[in-house]
């Protein structure tokens, strides 16, 4: 059974970092990543990386804020991604989302088949 976790969302005032992570287990995803989402807007693309962190991509908002790595276990049975987030704004509030997928890496929340249940983060101004 396919399980995303997230974890580490809160509240932060702006200016200062959050660190969110989020553990992957059921298959061997080549492609993990996050979104955010805020209420009434369409989820946003905010970074992905590829297993072997060779392939990275970051939205426009949070590129040289936030920074995304990944983590492997040895057996592929669970794999951890981060997303380390500093100089937060407030308009960084949102709920974010771990995404994964098989194939592809991708920037769409249409190539993401496998989804988290969101983190909230917070960030008072």
């Known amino acids: 059974q396919v399980q995303l976790a997230e974890s580490g969302g809160g509240l932060v005032q702006a200016g200062g970092s959050l660190n969110l992570s989020c553990t992957a287990s059921?298959?061997?995803?080549?492609?993990m990543g996050w979104f955010r989402q805020v209420p009434g807007k369409e989820r946003e693309f905010v970074a992905a990386?590829?297993?072997?962190?060779?392939?990275?991509?970051?939205?426009?908002s949070v590129k040289g804020r936030f920074t995304i790595s990944r983590d492997n276990a040895r057996d592929n049975v669970k794999q951890t991604v981060y997303l380390q987030m500093k100089s937060l704004k407030p308009e960084d509030t949102a709920v974010y989302y771990c995404?994964?997928?098989?194939?592809?890496?991708?920037?769409?929340?249409?190539?993401?088949?496998?989804w988290g249940q969101g983190t909230q983060v917070t960030v008072s101004s």
């Open positions: 995404a994964a997928d098989l194939w592809a890496i991708s920037t769409l929340e249409s190539g993401y088949h496998y």
């Open positions: 059921g298959r061997t995803f080549g492609y």
């Open positions: 990386t590829s297993w072997g962190a060779g392939n990275i991509l970051y939205g426009d």
